[in-house]
């Protein structure tokens, strides 16, 4: 039987050798009854009746949710100073330990090169306090995240990961930026010997597993929002999903004047103004949030709000008014006008299995018509051209006249003559979400409704990598820890399968690859899994170039020595060489 267990009071948990994937910390809310439409098939195909397009969505009371949790770092300074001047590498580590179903042994091949391993800092590192009736920016609990950080380095983590929260940096009004509290924990991390990947958060904390803290989007964006509420993702039942910008609304100047892209450019280019000393030596990615959690995809499994429950397969998000207007042009173009009034009418919601639902049962279901065929990929190449939209942005601010350069390569033409190829002094990143369920059955439901149109007989990932490519884009992926024999059947998983399909297409584009886990673990059984994605050379084995660890907190103080032994796997030292004869 498989057990959903989660760590208590920062211990390390285990249940027999396969850890289940943990739902359990998703907050319960009450949720208003759902409204349903009538609808019939057309044509072969389904759609609703009412081919008006909606002007106005339903205006239903939002979810109530219980408090967040306190933040994950708050170990006393006392205590991490102990842990500092008492550390020292453990000489030692168990033996790779074999999935419970079956899975082959894991193999690993000699480590060829050091593999580098960064380390998420908690999201609410910076946060906004009253200070005589204004809001500023600061470092929570800086002399323990300074010993946090000197712990990190000295265990042999290369960097450290930052949220940079828009709604932190910009909260006082358009384009009044603040870096202050940043431009301090960057120098923090910088003395202590530690890299940079900051992440351009354009979302809010709060409504995700493991979110401990909540972060809203700027109050005037809010207040926008509060007037204009189309500016959010909505699903059919009219709910707005506030912890980001719709894609729908990417070219509208609505924001005073601006469009959401003009206010990402504008952002990051504040940013590498502020931070181009640091470009290329102590800074070297900017990763680009393009979506909820930071992630390219649609908010079609909110967590926070209790409106979804693993596996369900989730809902499209295509119901504000911008989508569907877009909607309605791309069914007009191809002589179909009947399919632009809404999304698919029977999909489920948002916890249905995908084998109760008309359209994502495996045989015989709508999206393997004409009109599933339509609407999946508009869908997904609405979220395509989101991602090329901010990334050609980003990049145009990072490549600005003046920027920090690198050399990239070195050609050599005729007569010796040496070419020197230039790229910005730190690259750009973006993030992809390991939407794991349902992967195993053929239409791949959770995908699609994340945006995804990766089917059994479709590879949705590979026009991704172009996207990406086309940009110089370094991609990161979740889940590297899972395994398949993890989950309950019944959810079709198969973490494993999805990372070796996004490592293939990644792989074939030339697209730098990193991993990262989804869910704090500390069992043997992740870290096998871990090392065997980073550096395996097994059939499932995926080749990243990086990992980075989610994240510091009171959890990795109290299994200190079980992270620091996963650091000796993933490094270049002799210690680790008896693992490719194991």
Same mark, same amino acid.
């Given at each position: 039987?498989?057990?959903?267990?989660?760590?208590?009071?920062?211990?390390?948990?285990?249940?027999?050798?396969?850890?289940?994937?943990?739902?359990?910390?998703?907050?319960?809310?009450?949720?208003?009854?759902?409204? %349903?439409?009538?609808?019939?098939?057309?044509?072969?195909?389904?759609?609703?009746?009412?081919?008006?397009?909606?002007?106005?969505?339903?205006?239903?009371?939002?979810?109530?949710?219980?408090? +967040?949790?306190?933040?994950?770092?708050?170990?006393?300074?006392?205590?991490?100073?102990?842990?500092?001047?008492?550390?020292?590498?453990?000489?030692?580590?168990?033996?790779?330990?074999?999935?419970?179903?079956?899975?082959?042994?894991? @193999?690993?091949?000699?480590?060829?090169?050091?593999?580098?391993?960064?380390?998420?800092?908690?999201?609410?590192?910076?946060?906004?306090?009253? %200070?005589?009736?204004?809001?500023?920016?600061?470092?929570?609990?800086?002399?323990?995240?300074?010993?946090?950080?000197?712990?990190?380095?000295?265990?042999?983590?290369?960097?450290?990961?930052?949220?940079?929260?828009?709604? &932190?940096?910009?909260?006082?009004?358009?384009?009044?930026?603040?870096?202050?509290?940043?431009?301090?924990?960057?120098?923090?991390?910088?003395?202590?010997?530690?890299?940079?990947?900051?992440?351009?958060?354009?979302?809010?904390?709060?409504?995700?597993?493991?979110?401990?803290?909540?972060?809203?989007?700027?109050?005037?964006?809010?207040?926008?929002?509060?007037?204009?509420?189309? &500016?959010?993702?909505?699903?059919? *039942?009219?709910?707005?999903?506030?912890?980001?910008?719709?894609?729908?609304?990417?070219?509208?100047?609505?924001?005073?004047?601006?469009?959401?892209?003009? +206010?990402?450019? =504008?952002? &990051?280019?504040?940013?590498?103004?502020?931070?181009? =000393?640091?470009?290329?030596?102590?800074?070297?990615?900017?990763?680009?949030?393009?979506?909820?959690?930071?992630?390219?995809?649609? #908010?079609?499994?909110?967590?926070?709000?209790?409106?979804? %429950?693993?596996?369900?397969?989730?809902?499209?998000?295509?119901? !504000?008014?911008?989508?569907?207007?877009?909607?309605?042009?791309?069914? $007009?173009?191809?002589?179909? #006008?009947?399919?632009?009034?809404?999304?698919?009418? !029977?999909?489920?919601?948002?916890?249905?299995?995908?084998?109760?639902?008309?359209?994502?049962?495996?045989?015989?279901?709508?999206?393997?018509?004409? $009109?599933?065929?339509?609407?999946?990929?508009?869908?997904?190449?609405?979220?395509?051209?989101?991602?090329?939209? &901010?990334?050609?942005?980003?990049?145009?601010?990072?490549?600005?006249?003046?920027?920090?350069?690198?050399?990239?390569?070195?050609?050599?033409?005729?007569?010796?003559?040496?070419?020197?190829?230039?790229?910005?002094?730190? *690259?750009?990143?973006?993030?992809?979400?390991?939407?794991?369920?349902?992967?195993?059955?053929?239409?791949?439901?959770?995908?699609?409704?994340?945006?995804?149109?990766?089917?059994?007989?479709?590879?949705?990932?590979?026009?991704?990598?172009?996207?990406?490519?086309? $940009?110089?884009?370094?991609?990161?992926?979740?889940?590297?820890?899972?395994? =398949?024999?993890?989950?309950?059947?019944?959810?079709?998983?198969?973490? @494993?399968?999805?990372?070796?399909?996004?490592?293939?297409?990644?792989?074939?584009?030339?697209?730098?690859?990193?991993?990262?886990?989804?869910?704090?673990? $500390?069992?043997?059984?992740?870290?096998?899994?871990?090392?065997?994605?980073?550096?395996?050379?097994?059939?499932?084995?995926?080749?990243?170039?990086?990992?980075?660890?989610? %994240?510091?907190?009171?959890?990795?103080? !109290?299994?200190?020595?079980?992270?620091?032994?996963?650091?000796?796997?993933?490094?270049?030292?002799?210690?680790?060489?008896?693992?490719?004869?194991?």
């Amino acid at each position: 039987m498989l057990l959903n267990t989660r760590p208590a009071s920062g211990k390390l948990f285990k249940d027999n050798g396969c850890s289940g994937h943990d739902h359990s910390r998703i907050h319960q809310c009450a949720i208003p009854a759902r409204v %349903r439409s009538r609808s019939s098939k057309f044509g072969g195909a389904r759609a609703s009746v009412t081919c008006a397009l909606r002007e106005t969505l339903l205006d239903l009371p939002e979810p109530v949710c219980h408090p +967040i949790p306190r933040s994950d770092f708050e170990k006393g300074d006392v205590e991490l100073q102990k842990l500092l001047d008492g550390l020292e590498l453990p000489a030692e580590f168990p033996a790779p330990q074999q999935c419970p179903e079956g899975l082959p042994e894991l @193999q690993l091949s000699p480590c060829e090169r050091d593999f580098p391993v960064y380390v998420m800092l908690p999201l609410d590192t910076v946060w906004l306090a009253d %200070r005589k009736g204004q809001k500023v920016s600061l470092i929570k609990r800086e002399q323990a995240l300074n010993v946090g950080l000197q712990m990190l380095k000295k265990a042999g983590v290369e960097g450290v990961m930052i949220d940079v929260w828009w709604g &932190i940096v910009e909260h006082a009004g358009p384009k009044h930026y603040d870096f202050s509290a940043y431009q301090r924990l960057f120098a923090t991390a910088a003395q202590a010997g530690l890299k940079i990947q900051a992440v351009m958060s354009f979302h809010a904390a709060g409504g995700n597993v493991g979110d401990t803290c909540k972060i809203s989007l700027p109050k005037w964006i809010s207040d926008i929002g509060a007037s204009n509420p189309d &500016i959010f993702y909505t699903d059919k *039942h009219g709910y707005r999903n506030k912890e980001c910008l719709s894609l729908g609304c990417d070219s509208e100047p609505l924001f005073w004047g601006r469009t959401p892209v003009d +206010i990402y450019r =504008d952002f &990051i280019s504040a940013f590498a103004d502020t931070f181009d =000393d640091l470009a290329g030596s102590k800074l070297v990615e900017v990763t680009v949030g393009l979506g909820p959690a930071g992630e390219l995809r649609y #908010p079609a499994y909110p967590e926070g709000d209790g409106r979804w %429950r693993f596996p369900g397969v989730g809902e499209f998000q295509c119901y !504000d008014k911008y989508m569907l207007a877009d909607l309605k042009q791309a069914a $007009y173009a191809v002589g179909r #006008p009947e399919w632009g009034c809404e999304g698919p009418h !029977d999909c489920g919601d948002y916890n249905s299995p995908a084998w109760d639902t008309d359209f994502f049962v495996s045989s015989g279901g709508s999206w393997d018509t004409e $009109y599933g065929n339509f609407f999946l990929s508009w869908y997904s190449n609405l979220l395509l051209q989101h991602a090329d939209r &901010i990334l050609a942005a980003a990049s145009e601010a990072l490549n600005k006249p003046g920027r920090a350069k690198r050399a990239a390569k070195v050609l050599k033409g005729k007569n010796d003559e040496v070419t020197y190829v230039f790229e910005p002094g730190c *690259h750009l990143g973006a993030k992809l979400a390991g939407v794991h369920w349902w992967f195993k059955s053929r239409a791949h439901a959770a995908e699609l409704t994340a945006g995804y149109y990766n089917t059994r007989e479709r590879d949705g990932y590979a026009p991704l990598m172009e996207v990406l490519k086309k $940009y110089h884009t370094h991609l990161s992926f979740t889940c590297v820890e899972m395994r =398949d024999c993890e989950h309950p059947p019944e959810g079709r998983c198969s973490p @494993q399968g999805l990372l070796q399909q996004v490592t293939s297409a990644s792989m074939a584009a030339g697209i730098p690859l990193s991993g990262e886990n989804a869910l704090q673990r $500390y069992d043997q059984q992740a870290f096998d899994r871990i090392a065997e994605s980073a550096v395996g050379r097994s059939a499932r084995a995926g080749r990243l170039q990086q990992l980075t660890f989610l %994240r510091m907190g009171d959890l990795m103080f !109290d299994n200190w020595g079980a992270f620091t032994q996963l650091l000796q796997r993933l490094h270049c030292n002799p210690q680790a060489q008896h693992l490719s004869n194991a």
